[in-house]
Protein backbone atom coordinates (compact mmCIF):
# COMPACT_ATOMS: atom_id res chain seq x y z
CA UNK A 1 0.00 0.00 0.00
CA UNK A 2 1.88 3.25 -0.90
CA UNK A 3 0.93 6.27 0.48
CA UNK A 4 2.46 9.91 1.09
CA UNK A 5 3.84 10.70 4.43
CA UNK A 6 4.33 14.05 5.51
CA UNK A 7 6.49 15.05 8.27
CA UNK A 8 6.70 18.80 8.98
CA UNK A 9 9.44 20.52 11.33
CA UNK A 10 8.98 24.17 12.15
CA UNK A 11 11.87 26.09 11.77
CA UNK A 12 13.54 28.40 14.52
CA UNK A 13 10.64 27.03 17.12
CA UNK A 14 13.19 27.76 20.09
CA UNK A 15 12.98 31.78 19.08
CA UNK A 16 9.58 31.99 18.40
CA UNK A 17 5.99 30.92 19.21
CA UNK A 18 4.54 26.98 18.80
CA UNK A 19 3.18 27.04 15.56
CA UNK A 20 1.82 23.59 15.50
CA UNK A 21 -1.69 24.56 17.11
CA UNK A 22 -2.75 26.87 13.92
CA UNK A 23 -1.00 24.57 11.43
CA UNK A 24 -3.37 21.86 13.06
CA UNK A 25 -6.11 23.68 12.86
CA UNK A 26 -5.83 24.72 8.98
CA UNK A 27 -4.91 20.90 8.40
CA UNK A 28 -8.09 20.02 9.76
CA UNK A 29 -10.23 19.93 6.59
CA UNK A 30 -7.67 17.79 4.72
CA UNK A 31 -8.71 14.64 3.32
CA UNK A 32 -6.40 12.20 4.77
CA UNK A 33 -5.81 8.46 5.48
CA UNK A 34 -4.72 9.46 9.32
CA UNK A 35 -4.77 12.89 9.97
CA UNK A 36 -2.37 15.35 10.71
CA UNK A 37 -0.98 15.46 14.82
CA UNK A 38 1.61 16.26 16.71
CA UNK A 39 4.32 13.94 16.65
CA UNK A 40 6.80 15.79 18.93
CA UNK A 41 7.79 19.30 20.16
CA UNK A 42 7.50 21.22 16.95
CA UNK A 43 7.25 18.62 14.31
CA UNK A 44 3.37 16.98 13.34
CA UNK A 45 2.66 13.92 10.57
CA UNK A 46 0.01 13.20 8.69
CA UNK A 47 -0.81 10.15 6.12
CA UNK A 48 -2.22 10.97 2.62
CA UNK A 49 -3.67 8.05 0.42
CA UNK A 50 -5.24 10.84 -2.42
CA UNK A 51 -2.91 12.48 -4.11
CA UNK A 52 -5.67 15.98 -4.72
CA UNK A 53 -4.89 15.76 -0.65
CA UNK A 54 -1.53 17.26 -1.24
CA UNK A 55 -1.39 20.28 -2.62
CA UNK A 56 -4.42 20.83 -0.22
CA UNK A 57 -1.72 20.24 2.69
CA UNK A 58 0.74 22.16 1.21
CA UNK A 59 -1.01 25.19 0.53
CA UNK A 60 -0.77 26.37 3.81
CA UNK A 61 2.45 25.27 5.28
CA UNK A 62 4.44 26.89 2.42
CA UNK A 63 2.54 30.10 3.17
CA UNK A 64 3.28 30.38 6.44
CA UNK A 65 7.02 30.06 5.22
CA UNK A 66 7.47 28.48 8.88
CA UNK A 67 8.37 24.83 8.10
CA UNK A 68 10.48 22.56 7.10
CA UNK A 69 8.30 19.99 4.56
CA UNK A 70 9.06 15.94 4.03
CA UNK A 71 7.01 14.13 1.77
CA UNK A 72 8.02 10.01 1.74
CA UNK A 73 6.25 8.32 -1.19
CA UNK A 74 6.42 4.43 -0.35
CA UNK A 75 4.73 2.00 1.44
CA UNK A 76 3.92 1.47 5.27
CA UNK A 77 3.49 -1.31 7.40
CA UNK A 78 -0.22 -2.92 7.80
CA UNK A 79 -2.54 -3.06 9.68
CA UNK A 80 -1.83 0.58 9.81
CA UNK A 81 -2.03 2.21 13.10
CA UNK A 82 -4.88 4.32 14.20
CA UNK A 83 -2.40 7.22 14.55
CA UNK A 84 -0.27 9.00 12.00
CA UNK A 85 2.27 9.30 14.40
CA UNK A 86 2.09 5.68 15.66
CA UNK A 87 2.96 4.26 11.93
CA UNK A 88 5.93 2.53 10.50
CA UNK A 89 7.58 1.45 6.96
CA UNK A 90 9.33 3.16 4.00
CA UNK A 91 6.98 5.79 3.90
CA UNK A 92 7.60 7.28 7.04
CA UNK A 93 11.58 6.22 7.01
CA UNK A 94 11.70 8.10 3.16
CA UNK A 95 9.68 11.23 5.10
CA UNK A 96 11.94 11.81 7.76
CA UNK A 97 15.11 11.83 5.15
CA UNK A 98 13.16 14.20 3.11
CA UNK A 99 12.38 16.54 6.01
CA UNK A 100 15.82 16.50 7.14
CA UNK A 101 16.79 17.11 3.63
CA UNK A 102 14.70 20.34 3.61
CA UNK A 103 15.58 21.92 6.74
CA UNK A 104 19.02 22.75 4.09
CA UNK A 105 17.54 22.74 0.38
CA UNK A 106 15.66 24.80 -1.74
CA UNK A 107 12.11 26.04 -0.26
CA UNK A 108 12.33 23.99 2.84
CA UNK A 109 10.22 20.91 1.33
CA UNK A 110 12.14 17.77 0.03
CA UNK A 111 10.46 14.53 -1.47
CA UNK A 112 11.82 11.05 -0.90
CA UNK A 113 10.77 8.27 -3.43
CA UNK A 114 12.00 5.45 -5.23
CA UNK A 115 10.98 6.50 -8.91
CA UNK A 116 11.76 9.14 -11.11
CA UNK A 117 8.39 11.20 -10.31
CA UNK A 118 9.22 11.28 -6.89
CA UNK A 119 12.14 13.91 -8.36
CA UNK A 120 9.34 15.37 -10.88
CA UNK A 121 7.26 16.06 -8.03
CA UNK A 122 9.83 17.69 -5.94
CA UNK A 123 10.99 19.41 -8.79
CA UNK A 124 7.28 20.91 -9.47
CA UNK A 125 6.97 21.94 -5.21
CA UNK A 126 9.86 24.08 -5.87
CA UNK A 127 8.49 25.94 -8.55
CA UNK A 128 4.41 26.17 -7.33
CA UNK A 129 7.06 27.69 -3.48
CA UNK A 130 8.52 29.75 -5.38
CA UNK A 131 5.47 31.04 -6.67
CA UNK A 132 3.49 31.35 -3.12
CA UNK A 133 6.83 33.46 -1.68
CA UNK A 134 6.48 36.39 -3.53
CA UNK A 135 2.31 36.96 -2.84
CA UNK A 136 2.45 40.37 -0.61
CA UNK A 137 -0.66 39.85 2.08
CA UNK A 138 -2.72 41.84 -0.95
CA UNK A 139 -1.87 39.49 -3.30
CA UNK A 140 -3.43 37.14 -0.77
CA UNK A 141 -6.46 38.56 0.14
CA UNK A 142 -6.94 38.29 -3.92
CA UNK A 143 -5.95 34.39 -4.20
CA UNK A 144 -8.18 33.87 -0.97
CA UNK A 145 -11.57 35.35 -2.40
CA UNK A 146 -10.91 33.71 -5.79
CA UNK A 147 -10.45 30.07 -3.87
CA UNK A 148 -13.53 30.60 -2.52
CA UNK A 149 -15.25 31.03 -5.69
CA UNK A 150 -15.47 35.05 -6.14
CA UNK A 151 -15.28 36.34 -9.51
CA UNK A 152 -12.42 39.51 -10.02
CA UNK A 153 -15.38 41.69 -9.70
CA UNK A 154 -17.08 40.58 -7.01
CA UNK A 155 -13.26 40.79 -4.83
CA UNK A 156 -13.01 44.56 -6.58
CA UNK A 157 -16.26 45.06 -4.37
CA UNK A 158 -15.52 43.44 -1.20
CA UNK A 159 -11.86 44.71 -1.53
CA UNK A 160 -13.53 48.03 -2.48
CA UNK A 161 -11.20 48.64 -5.10
CA UNK A 162 -10.87 47.91 -9.04
CA UNK A 163 -11.70 45.63 -11.21
CA UNK A 164 -8.09 46.18 -13.10
CA UNK A 165 -6.46 46.95 -9.23
CA UNK A 166 -7.43 43.17 -9.00
CA UNK A 167 -6.29 41.97 -11.45
CA UNK A 168 -3.27 43.59 -11.18
CA UNK A 169 -3.12 41.98 -7.88
CA UNK A 170 -3.70 38.33 -9.43
CA UNK A 171 -1.20 38.70 -11.84
CA UNK A 172 1.32 39.58 -9.12
CA UNK A 173 0.34 37.37 -7.05
CA UNK A 174 0.78 34.58 -9.57
CA UNK A 175 -3.05 33.32 -9.19
CA UNK A 176 -3.21 31.78 -12.21
CA UNK A 177 0.44 29.90 -11.79
CA UNK A 178 -0.47 29.24 -8.69
CA UNK A 179 -3.50 27.15 -9.99
CA UNK A 180 -1.86 25.31 -12.66
CA UNK A 181 0.77 24.51 -9.75
CA UNK A 182 -1.55 22.56 -7.93
CA UNK A 183 -2.99 20.57 -10.77
CA UNK A 184 -0.13 19.77 -11.84
CA UNK A 185 2.01 18.67 -7.82
CA UNK A 186 -1.85 16.59 -7.65
CA UNK A 187 -0.83 14.92 -11.69
CA UNK A 188 2.70 14.41 -10.05
CA UNK A 189 1.43 12.73 -6.70
CA UNK A 190 -0.65 10.48 -9.06
CA UNK A 191 2.58 9.16 -11.03
CA UNK A 192 4.65 8.67 -7.82
CA UNK A 193 2.11 6.80 -6.26
CA UNK A 194 1.20 4.35 -9.22
CA UNK A 195 4.50 3.68 -9.80
CA UNK A 196 5.61 3.27 -6.05
CA UNK A 197 3.53 0.64 -6.29
CA UNK A 198 4.46 -1.04 -9.40
CA UNK A 199 6.07 -4.76 -8.40
Known amino acids: MAVLVLTVDQRGSRRGPDL ?5 ERLAVVPALRAFERTAGDELQGVLDDPASLPLALEPLLRAQAWSIGVGIGAVDLPLAGHARAGSGTAYL ?13 WHVRVD ?3 PA ?3 LESALWLWASVLARRTARGWEVADLVDEGRTYDEAARLLGISQSAVSQRAQAAG ?3 GRRARELVTHLAVGALAEDRLP
Open 20 to 24: VPVAL
Open 175 to 177: IVE
Open 118 to 120: ARQ
Open 113 to 115: GDT
Open 94 to 106: RARTAVTGAKTGP
